[in-house]
T-cell receptor, first 113, second 114 residues
Framework: AQSVTQLGSHVSVSEGALVLLRCNYS??????LFWYVQYPNQGLQLLLK??????LVKGINGFEAEFKKSETSFHLTKPSAHMSDAAEYFC???????????FGDGTTLTVKP | DADVTQTPRNRITKTGKRIMLECSQT?????MYWYRQDPGLGLRLIYY???????NKGEISDGYSVSRQAQAKFSLSLESAIPNQTALYFC?????????????FGPGTRLTVL
């Protein structure tokens, strides 16, 4: 069985500050991992994905995430927050060929001017 | 044009009514999914379909049914709506030739059951 835990349902940062959104996963096999972003009144869109190649994954809009097997983590970071980053972020895990993903509860990012 | 479309985008209905939410996709994907989103609960899988003849229950299928009319169409029905089915509903698709299940989402349907 697979599961995802996102630590912190709300994160608030100042514009220009580091963004760190935490995700820990559980999986019985080597997983695939994803971060999705949901802007207000929109569906989810893929931010980045880990598919067992490089452990440091770069995504859109300056975000990146590092897969750490020893810590079962896949935290999302961005060096400098922008007002347009305000959104809800979801971490998801998928087992190879399972055809399904399990999503975390989401983290709402607020960016203060 | 959007690759995954959902109709209606907003719907208000009354307890006991039957309602259908529709999803269409032009991505050519075989796999389709229905999720509901509630504040603080993330996305929960209602039903999923790997092809027209393969439909599976997700973690919260009670009170819902689905129909896969074609590769491109997947509908979700609430036979007798109840207030705790008030939520944001998303349709998603993924490609069968991708083992890692990246999903593509529609814009969502906001359903209110009074």
């Amino acid at each position: 069985a697979q599961s995802v835990t996102q630590l912190g349902s709300h994160v608030s940062v100042s514009e220009g500050a580091l963004v760190l959104l935490r995700c820990n996963y559980s999986s019985s096999v080597p997983p695939y991992l994803f971060w999705y972003v949901q802007y207000p009144n929109q569906g989810l869109q893929l931010l980045l994905k880990y598919t067992s190649a490089a452990t440091l994954v770069k995504g859109i809009n300056g975000f990146e995430a590092e897969f750490k097997k020893s810590e079962t983590s896949f935290h999302l970071t961005k060096p400098s927050a922008h007002m347009s980053d305000a959104a809800e972020y979801f971490c998801a895990v998928s087992e190879p060929n399972a055809g399904k993903s399990t999503f975390g509860d989401g983290t709402t990012l607020t960016v203060k001017p | 044009d959007a690759d995954v479309t959902q109709t209606p985008r907003n719907r208000i209905t009354k307890t006991g009514k039957r309602i259908m939410l529709e999803c269409s996709q032009t991505k050519g994907h075989d796999r389709m999914y229905w999720y509901r989103q509630d504040p603080g609960l993330g996305l929960r899988l209602i039903y999923y379909s790997f092809d027209v003849k393969d439909i599976n229950k997700g973690e919260i299928s009670d009170g819902y049914s689905v129909s896969r009319q074609a590769q491109a169409k997947f509908s979700l029905s609430l036979e007798s709506a109840i207030p705790n089915q008030t939520a944001l509903y998303f349709c998603a698709t993924s490609a069968v030739d991708r083992s890692y299940n990246e999903q593509f989402f529609g814009p969502g349907t906001r359903l209110t059951v009074l």
